[in-house]
């Protein structure tokens, strides 16, 4: 076993990272040992990346300790690099966390410097100096390349940069060229961001931090409403928004609603919230407040615009998108569903049903001219999966049963149609997929049952007889 | 005589009054416009069966600004439960060429007995299955919001809330509720319960549905096809109405002119000769005896739930 992460004081008392436990046990008897849970610790780090999306949507972690924000752009919304940087650390420190970091160009060099430097922010002229100091261990290199530098006597990055670079490549390989390339910039590097960048989003940083469901969904309307425009500007509305709440102690929340068709009305969007809200209630602890709210849009399309008719009132169309969505986002997509016709005779593949947001009628009343709907009866009700009954008496090789036993009750079948001989569809199912021959059998009270025969009498095994479903 | 005209007038108002409490059309005004406003049409819409008998028992047809209730005694009578309200929302489709979607809220435990509701079958009721709309909550409680945000929405033509047996979260108090937001959406609620007791209610109406044996395919030339299956056949009972004692009808559903008639008494079926006695359809009671008779009149039906 080894020590994987020391405190402070171990540092002072010179353990080392990666060294034994008997030995640092030997060395001093009295401290404190803990098992390593990477999953408790990975979790930490992605609640403070999740906690550092206040600053950017770019987060992106870097190894087991380290998380790399992308602040193109974002710097001037808090005073400078120096003043976000300071603001960054200082947050943290007030969390407990004992953080370094430090701002530069390039991902590789910020990673080095925070690691390795004394952090801070690294202008660009800087560059070459500042890695130059750092050990080469700083490099991100595999232990063995760090070993042979070392045994070279190479021990700064410095010594590296006034080397030529062919006898260094055919040496070490090009994995170290390149790092060296992508910590001074003259090779990209991308992060990769732990979640895609919303489209559009709006933010509020709030003074008092708020608590009550009512001032969230206020404050979202609000929020909504200076969305409104660049939604306009493209022309465009929100189909999935998403509302992420950053509590007080660093707990983040984030909460997603779909709307079946496009949105822009700040009072829409917060009333797709408010349904969320309820449904999620006793999940969302307030505790202290939400000092820090933001929505964005995850998703839209283009919004017809419409001229809207003088009473105020939208009409059918708006009433039943505004249903779907409310059911949508109390009891989730896949509470509220159509039926969509398949190009199959198989019953149970000819309807099936898909979620109702997917897809919201424009013509709810279209005409169903479909060449392939059976023309045959069909049941009202169809069972989950044909059950089996037995049936007796049937008339051999084709014939429909005169009793048969479903659920421990003998139905006496007075009346029969059929039969209609569906075949089993071979891509699908196996090519020994037997047939299936539907009976309507009336019974002596006058339910009907949609009764099949699977196979063929003379088969080996016997055919068996299913109930598929019940006519009125 | 002033005194006396005054207190006519009193009367008259109370009566009235009560009228609307109990949503009855109002006696008073009954004559009123039928002088003044026929040529309007009334507020109160009506869904008429086209039937003389069961129309009237129905002072007119069913209103469809409140709930009706479809009541089946046992689980497998579901098929000709869901027939019936579903050949209701047919003939309300027919009657007014309402265009617009349902909604169907199933009950789980009803779904996984009976099975889905199939668009194939529901299809042949004349209403397109791109119309309906399927939710499936998960407890009661999520069924009675769905129900009463689809009244409120108004944008469904009719709902179907199906429920199974009599469940103590749907009293008296929630289907009255649900009564007030059909009675002010004017959109009707079809309260489909299946194997369930009577049970006191807010609903304007109850109807039990048996299935009854279907009449024969009728042939193009008036004859029938002997042996056949032809259209689904209903035993109504209208057990409450504004009549006293309970009625029956046989109602007849067809498909192809979406109404309803009145079904003869089906002859002799011909598929088979059944022996004359073909045994006791029931075991002999043994161990003890039937329970007694109740004594005295039904007045009201006590809470089943």
């Not at chain 1, 992508?182 to 979640?195: D, H, M």
């Not at chain 1, 036993?405 to 059929?418: D, F, K, L, P, S």
């Not at chain 2, 109370?14 to 409490?21: D, G, K, N």
């Not at chain 2, 409450?240 to 002859?267: I, T, V, Y």
Request: proline share 6%; aromatic share 8%; charged share 25%.
């Amino acid at each position: 076993m080894r020590l994987v992460a020391i405190d402070e004081v171990a540092q002072r008392r010179s353990l080392k990272r990666g060294q034994g436990l008997a030995e640092a046990r030997a060395m001093y008897p009295d401290i404190d040992v803990f098992d390593e849970d990477e999953r408790a610790d990975f979790a930490l780090l992605e609640a403070i990346a999740d906690w550092c999306d206040r600053y950017t949507p770019l987060v992106a972690l870097d190894g087991k300790d380290g998380l790399f924000l992308d602040i193109t752009g974002c710097s001037h919304l808090f005073g400078g690099e120096d003043a976000m940087l300071r603001d960054v650390l200082a947050r943290l420190f007030q969390m407990g966390f004992d953080v370094r970091g430090s701002i530069s160009s390039t991902p590789g060099l910020s990673s080095a410097i925070s690691r390795f430097g004394r952090g801070g922010v690294i202008a660009r002229e800087n560059m070459a100096a500042a890695l130059g100091a750092l050990p080469v261990h700083a490099l991100r290199l595999d232990e063995k390349t760090v070993a042979s530098l070392l045994k070279l006597g190479l021990k700064r990055v410095a010594n590296l940069l006034s080397m030529p670079r062919a006898p260094l490549a055919r040496r070490f390989g090009a994995q170290m060229l390149m790092r060296l390339d992508q910590a001074l910039g003259t090779n990209e590097e991308a992060i990769s961001p732990r979640r895609p960048v919303a489209p559009l989003s709006a933010e509020r940083r709030l003074g008092e931090p708020i608590q009550t469901q009512e001032d969230i969904l206020g404050m979202t309307a609000e929020i909504a409403s200076s969305l409104k425009l660049s939604l306009e500007n493209r022309g465009a509305g929100g189909k999935v928004f998403e509302l992420v709440l950053f509590r007080v102690d660093g707990r983040v929340f984030r909460i997603s609603a779909g709307a079946s068709r496009p949105l822009r009305d700040p009072k829409r969007i917060s009333g797709l919230f408010s349904e969320r809200l309820n449904a999620i209630h006793d999940d969302l602890d307030a505790g202290f407040g939400f000092e820090f709210l933001r929505l964005n849009v995850l998703q839209h399309d283009v919004f017809d615009e419409l001229q809207a008719d003088f009473s105020g009132e939208g009409g059918r169309e708006t009433s039943l998108a505004d249903f779907i969505d409310r059911v949508s986002a109390r009891f989730g997509a896949g509470c509220l569903q159509v039926y969509q016709h398949r190009q199959s005779h198989i019953p149970e593949r000819a309807e099936i049903f898909i979620p109702a947001i997917a897809v919201l009628e424009r013509q709810p009343e279209r005409s169903e001219a479909m060449p392939f709907l059976p023309q045959a009866d069909r049941p009202l009700r169809l069972l989950r999966s044909p059950e089996p009954v037995e049936a007796f008496a049937a008339l051999v090789p084709d014939g429909p049963p005169q009793q048969f036993r479903w659920r421990h009750v003998m139905h006496i079948v007075t009346r029969a149609e059929g039969p209609e001989r569906i075949a089993p569809e071979w891509w699908i199912d196996d090519e020994n997929a037997k047939e299936r021959d539907y009976f309507r059998l009336e019974s002596e009270f006058g339910r009907l049952f949609w009764v099949f025969r699977l196979g063929r009498y003379g088969d080996d095994p016997p055919p068996t007889w299913r109930i598929h479903g019940v006519f009125a | 005589m002033a005194h006396a005209a005054a207190a006519q007038e009193k009367l008259f108002a109370l009566r009235e009054q009560i009228a609307r409490l109990e949503g009855r059309s109002l006696p008073a005004m009954a004559a009123a416009k039928m002088e003044n406003f026929a040529a309007r049409s009334s507020g109160e819409e009506k869904l008429s069966f086209d039937i003389a008998a069961l129309d009237d028992a129905l002072s007119g047809g069913l209103p469809l600004d409140c709930i009706t209730e479809i009541r089946s005694g046992s689980f497998s009578d579901a098929g000709a439960a869901t027939g019936f309200s579903l050949s209701l929302v047919g003939l309300m489709k027919a009657r007014k060429a309402a265009a617009g979607p349902m909604l169907w809220i199933a009950d789980g435990f009803s779904t996984s007995e009976m099975g889905i509701p199939y668009a194939g079958g529901i299809r042949q009721f004349g209403i397109g299955s791109r119309t309906i709309f399927h939710a499936s909550p998960r407890r009661l409680e999520d069924a009675l919001w769905l129900a009463e945000g689809a009244l409120e929405s108004k944008a469904f033509i009719a709902t179907i809330f199906e429920i199974h047996g009599n469940p103590k979260a749907f009293g008296l108090a929630e289907s009255r509720r649900l009564s007030l937001r059909a009675k002010a959406a004017g959109r009707p609620l079809f309260l489909l319960r299946h194997a369930g007791e009577e049970e006191a209610s807010s609903a304007s109406f109850r109807l039990f549905v048996e299935p009854a044996p279907a009449l024969e395919r009728r042939l193009p030339d008036g004859s029938m096809l002997g042996g056949s299956i032809g259209h689904p056949v209903f035993n109504i009972t209208l057990e409450k109405s504004r009549n006293p004692a309970p009625l029956s009808f046989r109602l007849e559903w067809n498909l192809h002119d979406r109404q309803f008639h009145l079904a003869r008494d089906p002859g002799k079926s011909s598929f088979h000769k059944w022996p004359a006695h073909s045994g006791a359809s029931l075991s002999v009671s043994a161990d003890r005896q039937d329970c007694p008779k109740a004594l005295g009149d039904v007045v009201a039906f006590e809470r089943a739930s």
